[in-house]
T-cell receptor
Framework: DTGVSQDPRHKITKRGQNVTFRCDPI?????LYWYRQTLGQGPEFLTY????????KSRLLSDRFSAERPKGSFSTLEIQRTEQGDSAMYLC??????????????FGPGTRLTVL | QQPVQSPQAVILREGEDAVINCSSS?????VHWYRQKHGEAPVFLMI?????EQKGHDKISASFNEKKQQSSLYLTASQLSYSGTYFC?????????????FGKGTKLTVNP
């Protein structure tokens, strides 16, 4: 049973460049979440999908950020015109997503982004 | 709305006990506990779904006081492998959906 995977694990980019991260959730999981984590902080919610539908976006997610989950399987998170403040660990998590029920989110290893 | 964790850090000798607290100003639907080691993903420990619930496995247990809007994580007879940062995630209902809001974490160091 494979867990949540993310690619790449590390990304170094120059300010102003665009970057894209990929997340592959646990296969039978319907929900997929994106979080951002900075040093000394817990994961901060960015957005989540129920199958292919993006149901909520945090106010933290500026217009430069976009996420997709086109076929309800893997997801991509794109950051356009990166800024130094975007440097962080980007975590993906997935869960079964049972309607009206609390379920467990399983995290991937994260993509560490460094913007120079 | 971010839950508050205390203490921020704790250092133990192997075999000692620790308690990590998590409290929220908002009504809680559930509390999720995770442990994260440096450079790794948060790993799920346990979830508490209702007030009064207590759970545990091995020597790590937790309780959930719904009325006080707080949860505590208990680590007994700590092992070196318990070192890491512990996060509580509190489930809140906002904007028509549920989401997890995490505290800033409690860094636990267990020394031989």
């Amino acid at each position: 049973d494979t867990g949540v995977s993310q690619d790449p694990r590390h990304k170094i980019t120059k300010r102003g460049q665009n970057v894209t991260f990929r997340c592959d959730p646990i296969s039978e999981h319907n929900r997929l979440y994106w979080y951002r984590q900075t040093l000394g902080q817990g994961p901060e919610f960015l957005t989540y999908f129920q199958n292919e539908a993006q149901l909520e976006k945090s106010r933290l997610l500026s217009d430069r950020f976009s996420a997709e989950r086109p076929k309800g399987s893997f997801s991509t998170l794109e950051i356009q015109r990166t800024e130094q403040g975007d440097s962080a660990m980007y975590l993906c998590a997935s869960s079964f997503g049972l309607a009206g029920k609390t379920d467990t989110q399983y995290f991937g290893p994260g993509t560490r982004l460094t913007v120079l | 709305q971010q839950p508050v964790q205390s203490p921020q850090a704790v250092i133990l000798r192997e075999g000692e006990d620790a308690v990590i607290n998590c409290s929220s100003s908002k009504a809680l639907y559930s509390v999720h506990w995770y442990r994260q080691k440096h450079g790794e993903a948060p790993v799920f420990l346990m979830i508490l779904l209702k007030g009064g619930e207590q759970k545990g496995h091995d020597k790590i247990s937790a309780s959930f006081n719904e009325k006080k809007q707080q949860s505590s994580l208990y680590l007994t007879a700590s092992q070196l492998s318990y070192s890491g940062t512990y996060f509580c995630g509190t489930e809140i209902y906002e904007g028509g959906s549920e989401k997890l809001v995490f505290g800033k974490g409690t860094k636990l160091t267990v020394n031989p």
